[in-house]
């Protein structure tokens, strides 16, 4: 299994509601990201957890919240987000030896 | 932190030809380059990267060159395809940490018929 999937593959939330976006490895990789892309931008990193541990936290809002539940899993809890925060959001795992990261297809965000 | 750029925002060629991406960067201490390409729709794929200690490598219809006197990254197609339209992005590792990205601002390539 060489795949990263991400669910949901849309979602549309309101200000004051919390949900949750959710990622998924197999391939035995130790490091997982996310990652904000706004439209025609490159994506911009978020967050990096290494051995289930938040290694770097890009000074992203707290109202962004990532969760690593193991090795193979990576969430991203969302709350009181801003219209602003609308972007696709980009999950991608990489291996211990290697620096290539391999990415998901994305959850397209709606705020409204 | 520094930043990785691209020359042209957009490339347009006929399908059969040979395209050329380019892509500057500007951290002199980079050791590590990757190229994506992304869909519409759909996360970035990686096609193929190099190291420093290199300054050509090919994959199956790609090549990278890397120029580190003039800092400069490139990625050859050849026999360019309608299925290689996309956004191709460059990316260096931040040598500031080791597990960190960071990407150039992309080039649109369309391929026509």
């Known amino acids: 299994d060489t795949e990263v999937t991400q669910t949901p593959k849309h979602l549309v939330m309101g200000m004051t509601n919390k949900k949750s976006l959710k990622c998924e490895q197999h391939m035995g990789h130790r490091a997982m990201y996310w990652y904000k892309q706004k439209a025609k931008k490159p994506p911009e990193l978020m967050f990096v957890y290494s051995y289930e541990k938040l290694s770097i936290n890009e000074s992203v809002p707290s109202r962004f919240s990532p969760e690593c539940p193991n090795s193979s899993l990576l969430n991203l809890h969302l709350h009181a987000l801003q219209p602003e925060d609308s972007a696709l959001y980009l999950c991608a795992s990489s291996p211990d030896r290697g620096y290539e990261q391999y990415f998901g297809p994305g959850t397209r965000l709606t705020v409204t | 932190g520094e930043n990785v750029g691209l020359h042209l925002p957009t490339l347009s060629v006929q399908e059969g030809d040979n395209s050329i991406i380019n892509c500057a960067y500007s951290?002199?201490?980079?050791?590590?380059f990757i190229w994506y390409k992304q869909e519409s729709g759909k996360g970035p794929q990686f096609i193929i990267d190099?190291?420093?200690?290199?300054d050509k490598r090919q994959g199956q219809r790609v090549t990278v060159l890397l120029n580190k006197t003039v800092k400069h990254l490139s990625l050859q197609i050849a026999a360019t395809q309608p299925g290689d339209s996309a956004v191709y992005f460059c990316a260096e590792k931040d040598n500031t940490g080791f597990q960190k990205l960071v990407f150039g601002t992309g080039t649109r390539l369309l391929v026509s018929p």
């Open positions: 951290n002199s201490a980079s050791d590590y």
């Open positions: 190099i190291r420093s200690n290199m």
